[in-house]
T-cell receptor, first 113, second 113 residues
């Protein structure tokens, strides 16, 4: 597709469960970012990939959060032992090189009950 | 923390120019000014960015003061579809890195019919 695609668009999970959120970036974009947005707040940076490697994971809140991008394209954000406080919209963005404009997906709304 | 200050909300009449201010008094020499907007329930959308010269594209104009401590985003003929939260972000640019975007709370622009 032409834009950044995120699946699923909505995910409801029980506290303590494991979830995976997927991001398909724009074809050819080497940079990929994950953000988290809580209600009424601006997006919060989580992690940045350049190619296959995580160039900056300083925004990950704790070790329950992990992300991979094994082939330098699709990325998966993984959350273990989910907590109610993890409920948020998780946004993915990609950029051609990392500089300049980032293009965002519509996000995955995660609800932990 | 965001390095920018924006008014929390603004109104503008449809068809008029919307001028959104942003203060970034601690901006560094290698930092660019970026503007994104977020329409309800969508991911952020890139609008424009600049270093020190004024910039214009099909969406908006960006006016940066000579001392670079503030800027104004101008939507020349606002429509109802421009109602959104507008984020002003400073970010290291060319060659400096491709770090994640640090969003503040932005300005909620409401276009009145």
């Amino acid at each position: 597709g032409a834009g950044v695609s995120q699946t699923p668009s909505n995910k409801v999970t029980e506290k303590g469960k494991y979830v995976e959120l997927r991001c398909d970036p724009i074809s050819g974009h080497t940079a990929l970012y994950w953000y988290r947005q809580s209600l009424g707040q601006g997006p919060e940076f989580l992690i940045y990939f350049q190619g296959t490697g995580a160039a900056d994971d300083s925004g990950l809140p704790n070790d329950r959060f992990f992300a991979v991008r094994p082939e330098g394209s699709v990325s998966t954000l993984k959350i273990q032992r989910t907590e109610r406080g993890d409920s948020a919209v998780y946004l993915c963005a990609s950029s051609l090189t990392g500089e300049g404009a980032s293009f965002f997906g519509s996000g995955t709304r995660l609800t932990v009950v | 923390d965001a390095k920018t200050t924006q008014p929390p909300s603004m109104d503008c009449a449809e068809g008029r120019a919307a001028n959104l201010p942003c203060n970034h008094s601690t901006i560094s020499g290698n930092e660019y000014v970026y503007w994104y907007r977020q329409i309800h329930s969508q991911g952020p959308q890139y609008i424009i960015h600049g270093l020190k010269n004024n910039e214009t594209n099909e969406m908006a104009s960006l006016i940066i003061t000579e001392d670079r401590k503030s800027s104004t985003l101008i939507l020349p003929h606002a429509t109802l579809r421009d109602t959104a939260v507008y984020y002003c972000i400073v970010r290291v640019g060319s060659g400096g890195g491709a770090d994640g975007l640090t969003f503040g709370k932005g300005t909620h622009l409401i276009i009145q019919p």
